[in-house]
């Protein structure tokens, strides 16, 4: 089952992850909309300045459709996860689950039987109240529906049954116990939305989040207002504005001349030295999901031989690219986990940077004199990271031609669908992707048994056991040198310095502008 | 003035060329994978036109444009010449009907400008060098059919030539032994003018990130890369803008220069 | 003359279909499945046919190059695969910003071009002339995107005086409007000034050498004044067919202008689709382009007719 998960996410830049960080996690200190969690008590109205009150968030990539689970992009979700759809859990800014729609929950002793008991107070914006009926049918949705994205329906194909028990209690049956299908609940794949609109998503808005679609306005931003109806706290803005800048330093330029509040991630760290004046600018640092991947293709002849795969990882110096490309931003990493995984342990030290055991490893191959086809993302990152690990590659005699794949739908043809490729580069902004390693069809074309049987055993898991045997998992695909991951991409946000409730860490899909306030 | 614009134009362009060539057995340090030296440097000996965000030298990487510039250049030129030239000779030996649809023809192909073709085909053949080379050069062959055809057909009205068909000299003696030295000149002029708009249009997407691929600099994408460091480094914006100006301006001047010299009575008008 | 300007209109609408034809051909060999490239990994056979039948993808060529073509004659320029909206709604907010972005700087450099143009022509054996001659032959050598990064790192950047990028609709903000195309249609038309100045010159000169303008001259009127009164008309030929030429080079200037200053006009809708490789909306976006160089080059042909009544009866 788990097998099929493909987890694709090849969100286009950091933009998605960066975005993604900053939302959760300041909950926990001044979410209107999580705090619900303890109950009921709906709307005690904020008091609004008479003014307008406008929260402009400039983030990259913009959707190509407001439905979240369209497709593999995580653009629509940045800017609707838990701002306008709710999830039953929510996950919080240091990984952990909170409650949102759902007030609590319990599960079987066999692990898997989930009750949930939803807050009565919910409601969509329609007035409507969420249900646990409502709730089943998005769940049903998602795993049945033919129009849903493959990853999304992936990550709903261990539930076997959903129940409305009463209004407000759903009973929700796996087929074998899941340690990371609760996850999946509190990130896009966990949506709930009026079932009344679900063939309006691509449009509307339809959930039951503290703000709603006010305009869109193609090639430049996305409105959204205040939800009137809203069951909580109600949001802090009258209208939270996401602009779109397709360039960087446009992005930038933007913030210096005050034309927006928060720069939701910043591609072109080494601008970062003009938003220096603290007086004026806040700068977060923090985590992302996103792993920035050197994605080796284990199916092509060159590469099916470890001790090349080793070569290569040690060829790399992480450091120097990160210096180089990220302006020394961003933490080095050794396998497909972040630091805000549950089951992170630092295994960077596992084919580390050593250009001399690279070569001799080569020569120990016979795979001097080999020429690869490195076909990178044509983003501003995978580019600038590209020309750095060619330069570490040419270094031990590896010589490489770059093609620089349009991003999504060239990258997605050649690499990602046809595995036409021996070396690539794009980011992983999805949130526990060490999944993708388990599907021999995914682009890594990675075929090993050991390291699924492996996996499925840490899903499996009780819970205590989850951690220790999921770094078991990481650590194989490590030592087998499956990819090399280069680094995780650092969530840079710069805000004005009357922004405040951003989390530094952006630990799901959405860009949470629940928790933001402004002085 | 023409002879001044002339000899200005040769000169500039012989500096690409030289760049160009010497970049090809000679730079200060590898353009493309020595990284090796502090990143976002300012001008200062040994690199004298500074580093790029990766650490490589940007004089180096300044002559190695050059290569970039002058083979898209020549390639470009090279296709629009040899697809136009012949096509434009032929037409003007055609019927009056047939030669009009071949020029319809043409004006249908030159509202596809060179960027516009460009970035449709990167956008079907993907980004690169060899696709931003045919799509210049193809947008460039109706201005030589043209040309070609206008200068053809005056050569063809000639007295030498009708002598030379009564004689019974083939079509194919004709275009080769009469009319293609009589165009030659302004084939010339256009090809040089040409070069120029190519330089441009490459430089142009390159910056978009459609046109010659990395690590091999480009004058347009090393300006795209300026753009993102312009706050510690703003010459890094300078530099390869001066040369895409300093190119663009030799060929246009010597394509000036050329025309006045073939042609002295527009020395006034141009 | 109604038969002339006729004949041109049909050898206009012969030429939009060989346009359409040529564009609808290079799309065709765009790679990649949109189906499956839209659904993402995992996606079975099954669904990927689904979805193919849905776009339309699954018909056969001709018969989508004929819906193609027949929907744009009623103004439908069919639906985009990414977005599931239609092309012709995606297109629409985009005309107002390039429309204005083209129309005022061909305006801001026919203003600047037609002075220091005459200027060069009446002067041109002395300094001013060859100055302004120099001037603009170094203007023509500068890339646009070139002028555009530099006038938004110091207008907008260190001296603040103006936005550096970004657009602010006329209907929001009228002022907010018009400081923010400032900058890019000043790039792009500095540059195409300079191109233009060059025809300006030579046009004047040519009037110089005229009768008319010898005759002006003796009966009495200053060197400016004879050229304002007679030469503007009489030049008008030759500078309508280079405003023409300008036009379109200016269109195609500003997809890399909005890219520069991050303007949500038609080229920044071509390469945002160009990435997603969306036919139907590449398609459309260049036909569109195409539709407006040949449309132009039709009105300048006929404008020919109008300004000058010789031609009226002349075959071309």
Request: hydrophobic share 50%; proline share 6%; aromatic share 8%.
């Amino acid at each position: 089952m788990v097998t099929r998960t493909p987890h694709a996410r090849f969100f286009p830049r950091r933009l998605a992850v960066a975005l993604t960080a900053l939302t959760l996690a300041a909950i926990s200190a001044c979410s209107p909309a999580s705090s619900s969690s303890t109950g009921s008590s709906a709307g005690t109205p904020t008091v609004h300045a008479p003014a307008a009150k406008t929260l402009t968030v400039a983030a990259t990539a913009e959707p190509s459709t407001l439905d979240m689970t369209a497709g593999p992009a995580v653009a629509p979700a940045q800017v609707q996860l838990y701002n306008v759809y709710e999830t039953l859990v929510k996950i919080d800014g240091d990984g952990a689950l909170q409650p949102l729609l759902a007030q609590r929950w319990s599960v079987s002793t066999d692990r898997t039987v989930y009750t949930f008991y939803l807050n009565p107070a919910s409601k969509f914006a329609s007035g409507e109240p969420v249900t646990a009926d409502a709730v089943a049918k998005n769940i049903e949705r998602i795993r049945t529906s033919k129009t849903v994205g493959a990853k999304y329906s992936a990550a709903m194909a261990v539930v076997t049954g959903e129940k409305a028990v009463d209004s407000s209690t759903l009973e929700v049956t796996l087929s074998r116990p899941s340690n990371t299908w609760l996850y999946s609940m509190a990130d896009t794949a966990g949506m709930i939305a009026d079932p009344a609109s679900f063939d309006k998503l691509g449009t509307e808005s339809a959930g039951s989040g503290p703000y709603m679609l006010d305009k869109w306005t193609r090639g430049d931003s996305i409105a959204l207002k205040r939800n009137p109806n809203y069951w909580a706290n109600p949001g802090r803005f009258d209208s939270v504005v996401f602009k779109y800048f397709p360039d960087p330093n446009a992005m930038n330029a933007a913030m210096m001349a005050g034309t927006i509040d928060i720069i939701s991630n910043e591609q072109a760290p080494d601008a970062l030295s003009q938003f220096a004046d603290t007086a004026k600018y806040t700068l977060l640092e923090g985590a992302t999901n996103m792993e920035v991947t050197l994605g080796l293709n284990n199916s092509s002849p060159a590469l099916k031989d470890l001790k090349v795969r080793q070569a290569i990882a040690m060829a790399i110096d992480k450091k120097k690219l990160i210096t180089n490309t990220e302006a020394g931003h961003g933490t080095v990493i050794g396998s497909m986990v972040v630091p805000t995984d549950p089951y992170y342990e630092d295994l960077s030290g596992i084919n580390a940077y050593d250009p001399a055991k690279a070569k001799q490893l080569l020569t120990e191959a016979g795979a001097t004199n080999l020429t690869l086809r490195f076909k990178p993302a044509a983003l501003p990152y995978a580019t600038a990271a590209a020309q750095q690990v060619a330069a570490d590659l040419k270094a031990v005699g590896i010589n490489t031609t770059i093609q620089e794949q349009q991003f999504p739908a060239a990258w997605v043809d050649a690499v990602y669908i046809k595995a036409d490729y021996d070396l690539t580069i794009v980011g992983h902004a999805e949130a526990r992707d060490l999944v993708t390693y388990t599907n021999p069809e995914y682009y890594w074309r990675y075929n090993n048994p050991a390291f699924t049987a492996q996996y499925q055993a840490a899903d499996s898991a009780a819970a205590d056991a989850y951690a220790p045997e999921m770094k078991k998992a990481a650590k194989i695909l490590a030592d087998d040198a499956a990819s090399v991951w280069l680094y995780m991409m650092p969530n840079l946000v710069v805000t004005k310095a009357t922004v405040t409730g951003l989390s530094k860490n952006a630990t799901t899909d959405s860009f949470d502008v629940t928790t933001i306030a402004t002085r | 003035m023409s002879r001044l614009q002339l000899r200005l134009g040769l000169v500039l362009v012989a500096l690409v060329a030289v760049m160009a060539l010497v970049s090809v057995f000679w730079t200060p340090f590898d353009a493309l994978y020595n990284t090796s030296f502090p990143r976002l440097r300012p001008p200062e000996w040994p690199n004298v036109l500074g580093t790029d965000r990766l650490g490589r030298d940007v004089f180096s990487r300044l002559l190695v444009g050059a290569q970039s510039c002058l083979v898209v250049g020549v390639i470009s030129v090279g296709i629009a010449t040899l697809l136009g030239v012949p096509a434009g000779i032929v037409t003007a030996q055609l019927p009056k009907a047939a030669s009009e649809v071949v020029m319809r023809a043409t004006d249908v192909a030159q509202a596809f400008p060179a960027l516009l073709l460009a970035i449709l085909l990167a956008g079907v053949f993907g980004g690169g060098t060899v696709t931003a080379m045919v799509a210049i050069g193809l947008a460039a062959v109706p201005q030589f059919i043209r040309i070609a055809r206008a200068g053809a057909l005056s050569v063809l009205a000639s007295d030498y030539v009708l002598a030379a068909r009564s004689c019974g000299s083939s079509r194919l003696t004709i275009a080769r032994t009469h009319v293609l030295p009589n165009i030659a000149p302004l084939v010339g002029v256009q090809a040089s003018v040409t070069f120029a708009m190519a330089i441009l249009a490459e430089a142009a997407l390159s910056y978009l990130g459609l046109g010659t691929q990395p690590p091999t600099p480009s004058w347009g994408s090393m300006l795209k890369d300026a753009q993102s460091v312009w706050y510690g480094s703003p010459l890094q914006a300078v530099w390869p803008g001066i040369a895409i100006a300093l190119a663009v301006l030799g060929f246009n001047l010597l394509g000036d220069g050329l025309r006045d010299l073939l042609d002295p009575k527009l020395r006034e008008v141009t | 003359m109604i038969a002339t300007v006729a004949r041109r209109l049909g050898v206009f609408a012969l030429s939009l279909v060989g346009a359409s034809l040529a564009i609808f051909i290079i799309c065709q060999a765009l790679p990649g499945d949109p189906a499956r490239i839209l659904l993402g990994d995992g996606a079975s056979a099954e669904q990927i046919a689904a979805k193919a039948h849905e776009l339309g993808t699954d018909r056969p060529a001709i018969v989508r190059y004929l819906t193609w073509v027949a929907g744009m004659l009623r103004g439908d320029f069919g639906t985009s695969y990414a977005s599931g909206v239609a092309v012709s709604g995606l297109i629409g907010p985009t005309l107002p910003v390039t429309g204005a972005l083209a129309g005022f700087s061909l305006l801001v450099s026919v203003v600047i071009a037609l002075p220091f143009g005459m200027l060069a022509a009446l002067r041109r054996r002395r300094w001013e002339g060859v100055a302004v001659s120099a001037v603009a032959q170094v203007g023509m050598a500068i890339p646009a995107f070139w002028a555009g990064i530099l006038l938004s790192i110091l207008f907008g950047v260190v001296w603040r005086v103006l936005p550096p990028n970004g657009y602010i609709p006329l209907t929001t903000d009228p002022i907010g409007w018009a400081r923010s195309l400032a900058l890019p249609v000043l790039a792009l038309a500095l540059v195409q000034a300079a191109v233009l100045v060059r025809y300006v010159r030579s046009a004047f000169i040519d009037v110089l050498s005229e009768d008319y303008y010898r005759t002006a001259r003796a009966v009495g009127w200053s060197r400016w004044g004879a050229l304002l009164r007679h030469g503007v008309r009489n030049a008008s030929l030759s500078l309508v067919t280079v405003l023409g030429l300008q036009l379109a080079s200016i269109l195609v200037g500003a997809i890399v202008i909005e890219q520069v200053f991050v303007l949500p006009g038609l080229g920044s809708l071509l390469l945002t689709y160009v990435r997603q490789k969306d036919v139907m909306v590449i398609q459309g976006v260049v036909m569109l382009l195409v539709l407006a160089v040949l449309l132009i080059n039709a009105l300048v042909e006929v404008s020919y007719v109008l300004i000058d009544p010789r031609l009226r009866t002349a075959e071309r």
